[in-house]
């Protein structure tokens, strides 16, 4: 059997916009992902369904595999020929232990790749706003670990050489030992005076930063509650942070922000502003376990006037079938086309079709004021609509009763996708989910059944987002309160929406 190959992948300090694109090709085409507890949990919903996962990370101390199982795992899998993903939070080169994995693969005559990670080491003190150089401050630095037993009688720290050999030192995994390291540099000459940060979370919306002089950041952290993980920086550049400070100002910043379907580049607003974006998607698209209604109406094409789609994967799926069905973009010749929303528009014109008519609300209202305004009378004027399994009965009703016809064959299925909450369960508990958004009523009814008991008390406490009427209906009608809606019902105005929310 041939042997895979393990890939060791830095994934970053936190914000998942800092993960390599590289790191993001080898972990969709890896068989196995070994991954810690430090990083974002949503780099893992870019690894494929079929492989498989397996934690290693530790937490408050808690070690779920040790470094030997750890590398043994690699090996095994590897062995199997299969390609594996160990991905690691930061660079695994950098206090990451990635040189001991990559050494027991060498020796088992795995082989292997390192994808650098982008190191807190630099990164946390760039999002506080210190740069670790400065022309006027800082020409060195060094990176030293923070989680020395500092009692041992000998250290394999050269303290006199750092705290006089460089002008700004970064400890990592040092919170415990603050007041230690701290003395070890006063008695070693550096000033009590030197401006000290120390950034619990960098990179994230939980970040905090700490400032005080060298003397007395132990006591300031202690007050402050400041646990792990948190970097230390130490020296004069430190004094920038007042006029470089820039994440910590932006308008979301803080703001983690659960969406309940699909990412998509609409929500993109959302990060820039400083969110970070928690996707937990409740609803899923798979094909229709039923084509025949669909296929007659591809069939018969020529029978109608309008070819109307509510979604762009209502775009894909019928036209994957139709062309499928060895039907041609040509055969659509004379028939218009309706699209509601922008974003369905779109996604026609990537098949070279124009829309000749989208309604100003999107919703089913709207869409029968567009055709009585676009034919006053309906008597005889017959529609396709390809949609969900799922869709409301509404716009064909209405349309009914004026005179028209509208034939609905299943594109498409939308189900809840089987995943647990555990995780989002416990930043919901924590409080560090501070706006929900819903998209549909299926999003809120499933996330209700997938979180649990626990749902509708957990979102009592935090900021609701609804597309548009009817989702926010569905979420009144279980006894909570919606806070946003924006007026156009799409991703893109509800995320601006959040946005002016949050600028008060």
């Known amino acids: 059997m041939n042997k895979g190959k393990v890939y060791i992948v830095g994934a970053g300090p936190g914000d998942i916009g800092l993960f390599t694109i590289k790191g993001l090709r080898i972990l969709q085409k890896s068989q196995v992902v070994v991954y810690d507890f430090h990083l974002n949990a949503q780099i893992l919903n870019y690894i494929s369904t079929d492989a498989e996962f397996v934690y290693a990370g530790k937490r408050g101390g808690h070690h779920e595999m040790t470094q030997e199982q750890i590398n043994e795992a690699l090996v095994k899998y590897a062995s199997e020929g299969k390609i594996v993903c160990r ?25 292997f790749e390192i994808i650098p990670g982008v190191s807190s080491a630099i990164a946390a003190p760039a999002y506080a706003g210190i740069p670790i150089t400065h ?7 060094a990176v030293i670990t923070g989680n020395e037993d500092l ?31 701290a003395s070890k540099l006063i008695e070693n000459g550096k000033s009590p005076d030197t401006p000290t940060a120390v950034v619990r979370w960098g990179t994230r919306p939980d970040q905090k930063t700490i ?8 006591s300031v952290i202690k007050d402050q509650h400041i646990k792990p993980p948190a970097v230390m920086i130490v020296g004069n550049v430190v004094k920038l942070r ?48 039923d084509y025949s209604d669909l296929d007659r109406a591809i069939h018969s094409i020529g029978d109608y006037q309008w070819l109307i789609f509510t979604s762009a994967k ?13 039907r041609d973009i040509r055969d659509l010749k004379g028939i218009r086309l309706c699209a509601v929303g922008t974003k369905t528009a779109e996604a026609l014109a990537k098949f070279g079709l124009r829309v000749d008519l989208m309604p100003e609300e999107f919703n089913s209202e709207g869409l029968v004021d567009a055709f009585v305004k ?23 009703d209405m349309i009914s009763q004026r005179g028209g016809t509208v034939d609905t064959p299943v594109a498409y299925r939308v189900i809840k996708p089987e995943r647990h909450g555990k995780r989002l369960q416990r930043f919901l508990k924590e409080g560090r989910i501070t706006v929900a958004t819903f998209t549909s009523a299926a999003t809120f009814n499933n996330f209700v059944d997938m979180i649990g008991e626990e749902a509708l008390d957990f ?16 979420i009144e009608k279980a006894g909570l309160r919606v806070e946003i809606q924006p007026k156009e019902a799409t991703i893109k105005a509800m995320s601006a929406a959040i946005i002016d929310w949050a600028k008060g």
């Open 87 to 111: 991905l690691k939070g930061g660079d695994p080169f950098v206090f990451g232990r990635g040189g001991e994995e990559a050494q027991a693969l060498k020796e088992a005559g795995i082989a």
């Open 135 to 141: 022309r006027r401050y800082s020409s060195s630095f």
């Open 151 to 181: 009692t041992k009688r000998e250290s394999a720290i050269d303290w006199a050489h750092f705290a006089r050999g460089f002008d700004t030192l970064v400890f990592l995994m040092g919170v415990k030992n603050v007041s230690a390291i």
């Open 211 to 218: 400032i005080s002089a060298l003397s007395k950041i132990a």
């Open 242 to 289: 007042d006029s470089l400070r820039w994440y910590e100002d932006k308008p979301l910043f803080g703001h983690r922000i659960l969406i309940t379907r699909e990412y998509s580049y609409d929500y993109e607003a959302l990060e820039d502003m400083g969110a970070e974006i928690f996707g937990f998607p409740t609803i899923k698209t798979v094909p229709s376990e």
């Open 314 to 326: 209502g775009v894909s799926f019928f036209l994957c079938r139709f062309i499928s069905a060895g």
């Open 374 to 396: 676009e034919h006053k009378n309906l008597q005889g004027v017959r529609m396709l609509l390809p949609r969900p399994d799922n869709a409301r009965n509404l716009f064909p």
């Open 459 to 474: 979102l009592r406490g935090i900021t609701i987002a609804s597309i548009g009427p009817v989702t926010t209906k569905a």
